[in-house]
């Protein structure tokens, strides 16, 4: 299976970087719909898209208004944008409000269920994450293959998310800071590169690619990928159109 990455910047997008947007064409899943959500129609497959939302945060939703050109002149069977009932209904109040954004996509919202079945033989579970206002991680599976989604939130080897991640052959994680920012990352409820790999080390994943990136840092080795090779070997730093085979 296929997972690109088309936005693996957090909070703004960048010359290199979009926001939180990943995609699995074969089966017309979307993890967050940040700004990267306008690279989704060069890459459509399905005639469905399922739309998962970690949160409400515009760099997570603001895509979602993309979706007017996104789906333009295309047949669509099903598009549905899943989410907690308070996040949907904030999206809708707000981001489509008729002084904000008056011409609402042609999508369905569905709160989320504890297992929501998705194409290929899937399904999608969900679990609380600490992040200011609230945030979800999600775990992917299909026969044979697992992915989990992990964005916004502080990591913590004694988080209770971690074991939600038991096994998957790719853990994406947010990984906003590099090492010496974990005052900073406590506050704003992100992360630093060796808790997050420690995180992937004690999960026992395949995979380990980090996202959701500071825009402030450079480019070249923005969170100090050294270090989270010398704890879990199998990492890679996610960049925007990059692409995962697992």
């Known amino acids: 299976m296929r997972l690109l990455l088309l936005g693996t910047s957090g909070y703004h997008p960048t010359d290199l970087r979009q926001t939180a947007c990943m995609m699995l064409p074969e089966t017309g899943v979307i993890l967050d719909a940040g700004t990267g959500m306008y690279r989704v129609s060069r890459h459509l497959q399905t005639a469905t898209l399922d739309i998962f939302l970690t949160h409400a945060h515009l760099d997570h939703v603001v895509g979602l208004t993309y979706l007017l050109d996104v789906l333009y002149e295309r047949e669509m069977e099903r598009v549905c944008v899943h989410g907690e009932a308070e996040k949907l209904a904030a999206v809708e109040e707000h981001v489509f409000s008729e002084h904000v954004f008056p011409v609402r996509p042609p999508f369905q919202q569905r709160p989320l269920e504890p ?129 995962i085979e697992f």
């Not at 209770?160 to 704003?188: I, M, N, Q, S």
């Open 115 to 243: 297992r929501v079945p998705v194409p290929g033989g899937g399904f999608v579970s969900h679990f609380a994450l600490d992040h200011p206002g609230g945030s979800l991680g999600y775990r992917l599976e299909w026969p044979g293959r697992s992915l989990a989604y992990i964005t916004d939130t502080t990591a913590d080897l004694d988080a209770a998310y971690v074991e939600h991640l038991r096994g998957v052959d790719v853990l994406l994680h947010e990984c906003y800071f590099p090492d010496g920012w974990e005052e900073k990352a406590k506050l704003t409820g992100h992360s630093c590169v060796t808790t997050v790999a420690e995180v992937a080390r004690k999960a026992e994943v395949g995979r380990l690619i980090l996202i959701h990136i500071n825009p402030h840092t450079g480019e070249d080795d923005p969170v100090g990928l050294d270090v989270a090779r010398s704890i879990f070997p199998s990492t890679d730093l996610g960049r925007d159109q990059m692409e």
